[in-house]
């Protein structure tokens, strides 16, 4: 029943809702180090996962759960596990399934931490090869007997590529390993990886799903449904008697758990909280991101990248995979550098800030932040250049917000 009815209304009513101890609305917030148990016998069955129970929260708080549970049954996954950020999310799954000697193929134009993983996985000796698409041809060329996982945004930011979620995932099969998606950007309500060939998905939920811009967090969902070969994916072997839920208790019981990067219950908390309003909130800011877009194109010497703009590379992937959304985030190229900070500096409602998905709208001239490290190849690769200007489009008022950027943008001309 629960995939017939509509996202807004699993959100707030789905299989984990309202199931909590004393009947209340939201779950409570469980700010505790430990549970305490009346006795001895119980606590050890609680060890042994012979009953349900929590101990110590960095290994269960049901606040956490609660959270899991939400995101989880959002995303068609088979189980979830919340981390303290988007970082601690990616880089425990990669080390759930990698070891030393193993390989990653990732995608370009990712995440500018993610990148900086990648390279201090090399020094745990773990190579990541890097695909500029990661389309059927470029995996086949790069799989390597030691390839354990592809690694991709299913929307890269700034740069706007999408992934071909079948594509890559058919490739990847074949090569019998698992596609794992950063979906950060997308959110579950513009796309559910899982149900279109991921195996594994990864948030920030510092970003849209909490929404408010007031706590950091991450969590990774399995489908549960990867064949894991533990002759060949031996991160797992230990494993191996839970076949396809074997990454999932590895994390779990396992490298999560030791890697100690639990979310607070607090995060968890307004995150879950947050959650609630994502179906309204992306309608929103997508609308307002498609007439920002279209109003910015329209000006003398500015050149708009967004999804649902005809002339977009990835146009195609809005009705394909994107729930006929462009998403939060577009960019502009303003013609100098001393233009785009002469916009930036001009506008009214936009806050300068170096985060995306928040509820108001956010600029930020990337290659003088974001990428000021990165050199000018690794910059343009990224879709980023000199006078690029990303917006992280929020829910102001339509009206108020593309008359600001326009306001701004004609101001601009005259210094
Ligand atoms: C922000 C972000 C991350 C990192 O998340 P944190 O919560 O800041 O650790 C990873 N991937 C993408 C696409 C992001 O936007």
Redesign the pocket.
Same mark, same amino acid.
């Given at each position: 029943m629960e995939d017939k009815i509509g996202f807004c209304t699993k959100l707030l009513h789905g299989s984990g809702a309202q199931r909590y101890a004393q009947r209340e609305i939201l779950p409570p917030i469980s700010q505790v180090t430990a549970f305490s148990y009346e006795s001895m016998e119980e606590l050890e069955k609680v060890f042994a996962h012979k009953s349900m129970g929590y101990a110590y929260s960095r290994i269960g708080n049901p606040t956490l759960s609660a959270f899991e549970q939400k995101i989880c049954e959002l995303e068609g996954g088979m189980g979830a596990v919340s981390c303290s950020?988007?970082?601690?999310?990616?880089s425990s799954a990669l080390l759930a399934i990698c070891e030393s000697g193993d390989e990653i193929i990732a995608g370009s134009g990712?995440?500018g /931490?993610?990148i900086d993983l990648f390279h201090d996985l090399e020094k745990l000796g773990i190579h990541t090869r890097f695909a500029d698409r990661l389309d059927r041809e470029t995996i086949g060329s790069l799989v390597t007997e030691r390839t354990r996982a592809v690694f991709g945004?299913l929307i890269?930011?700034p740069s706007l590529t999408v992934l071909d979620l079948e594509e890559a995932s058919e490739a990847a099969h074949e090569a019998g390993i698992p596609l794992l998606v950063?979906s950060?950007?997308a959110t579950p309500y513009l796309a559910n990886p899982l149900r279109m060939g991921a195996d594994i998905v990864?948030h920030?939920?510092?970003?849209y799903i909490n929404g408010g811009g007031n706590a950091? /967090?991450?969590i990774i969902i399995d489908s549960g449904h990867f064949p894991w070969n533990f002759e060949k994916h031996t991160a797992l072997s230990e494993f191996r008697k839970y076949g396809r839920m074997a990454f999932l208790l590895r994390l779990r019981a396992d490298l999560w758990e030791n890697l100690g990067g639990c979310m607070a219950p607090m995060n968890a908390f307004l995150s879950f909280i947050g959650a609630d309003t994502l179906g309204l909130r992306m309608e929103r800011i997508c609308e307002n991101a498609d007439a920002l877009a279209r109003a910015l194109n329209e000006e003398e010497g500015i050149t708009v990248s967004y999804l649902t703009l005809p002339d977009h590379p990835c146009h195609a992937y809005v009705e394909k995979q994107l729930r006929g959304y462009g998403g939060g985030i577009l960019t502009f190229r303003a013609g100098s550098k001393e233009r785009a900070f002469r916009i930036i500096n001009h506008l009214k409602y936009a806050l300068i800030a170096s985060?995306?998905?928040d509820l108001r709208t956010l600029v930020i001239h990337p290659a003088s932040t974001l990428y000021v490290h990165s050199g000018k190849e690794g910059t343009e690769a990224a879709g980023v250049f000199e006078d690029t200007v990303r917006v992280s489009v929020g829910i102001e008022d339509k009206e108020d917000l593309v008359a600001d950027f326009i306001n701004a943008v004609r101001a601009s001309r005259e210094e």
């Open positions: 950020s988007g970082m601690s999310a990616i990712l995440y /931490g993610s945004e890269s930011n950063d950060t950007t990864i920030s939920t510092s970003k950091i /967090g991450g985060n995306i998905g």
